[in-house]
């Protein structure tokens, strides 16, 4: 798969750290390697608890409610609208940005 990772996050996040992009892409690298599992289907609640549960709370670490966790994901997949195939490097960068978490990749 020859997606360029790094320039769709850019897209939204243009000011978006380059070694907390390498960092992520080298974590994720398995799953983004893979047509299926390197996009989010923002429009099946299963996938969506998947990214609360092992993204926010498992890698991020967070806390929060599931309801707040929810709406951050409501949030970033709204910004991403436009995107039929929402990147999941794309989704995990705007919510580890948005929660303040981005330093869990440096």
């Given amino acids: 798969m020859a997606t360029d990772w790094a320039a769709d996050i ?6 978006a750290d380059d070694a907390v992009i390498a960092k992520l892409l080298s974590t994720y690298r ?3 390697s893979n047509r299926d599992s390197a ?3 923002a ?4 996938e969506l608890e998947t990214v609360r549960e092992k993204f926010l709370k498992g890698k991020l670490g967070l806390t929060l409610d599931d309801a707040a966790l929810d709406a951050g994901i409501a ?3 709204t910004v991403l ?3 039929r195939s929402k990147s999941r490097a794309t989704v ?3 919510l580890a940005d948005k929660f303040g978490k981005l330093g869990v990749f440096k």
């Fill in 39 to 41: 996009t989010v289907a």
């Fill in 75 to 77: 949030e970033v997949v």
């Fill in 43 to 46: 429009s099946d609640p299963k």
């Fill in 30 to 32: 398995l799953v983004l």
């Fill in 10 to 15: 850019k897209k939204y996040a243009p000011n």
């Fill in 92 to 94: 995990y960068y705007l």
């Fill in 81 to 83: 609208k436009d995107d």
